[in-house]
């Protein structure tokens, strides 16, 4: 795997959250918004690892989320972290009723981040695309399996193998890049509102 300047970056920044987070929760442990950057900064690192590894970070990050949700349930970051973790389980399971009761349950976190912060255009979205996300599972698991079958062809059509590749890379890209696209935001906004000054009295 290939990183881009944006990319190292971002897995600085997540690596740096984590650990700050880790750091935090030794010293309080019921720090609702420090355990909700630490599992986005799971999830976020999630995306640089491989399939196994990536599973036991998201649900470290799940973990992570539920203790936050433990002790402020209506924390609309939180909610809308949890509901991508689960999207992000849903797509990484090739079994479509498993992935379906994950989809479910991160519409449901979905909804409530929404209700606890109606004006929020990011949940607004991420909300329709998890009505969408079972069809797109769909897709991205036939491209896979379409992928997998192509793996004993020949040489000669090793062009026509590389651009199935492509095309299931870029497939996995449009499942992923919302869920991608969201967690560094969350990342980001997380980091500056930390980074802030104090309001003047």
Not at 41 to 59: G, R
Not at 85 to 100: G, H, R
Not at 117 to 124: F, K, V
Request: charged share 25%; net charge negative; with cysteine.
């Amino acid at each position: 795997m290939e990183f881009s300047q944006a990319d190292f970056d971002r897995l600085l920044v997540a690596e740096h959250t984590r650990k700050t987070s880790e750091v935090n929760y030794a010293k309080d442990p019921l720090d609702a918004e420090n355990l909700t950057k630490w599992g986005g900064a799971l999830l976020e690192l999630a995306q640089f690892q491989t399939v196994s590894d990536a599973k036991q970070m998201i649900n470290d990050a799940i973990s992570k989320l539920d203790e936050a949700l433990m002790i402020n349930p209506s924390k609309h970051e939180t909610l809308w972290c949890m509901g991508n973790a689960l999207s992000t389980t849903a797509f990484m399971t090739t079994d479509s009723d498993e992935a379906k009761v994950s989809f479910d349950k991160a519409a449901q976190f979905f909804q409530r981040a929404v209700d606890a912060d109606p004006g929020n255009e990011l949940y607004q979205k991420s909300l329709e695309v998890a009505a969408k996300a079972p069809e797109l599972h769909m897709d991205f698991q036939k491209a896979a399996a379409s992928q997998q079958g192509m793996g004993g062809a020949s040489s000669a059509s090793s062009t026509s193998t590389a651009a199935k590749k492509k095309k299931s890379s870029d497939l996995k890209y449009d499942v992923f890049g919302w869920i991608i696209l969201a967690v560094g935001i969350f990342a980001w906004v997380g980091m500056a509102k930390s980074h802030l000054p104090p309001p003047p009295r």
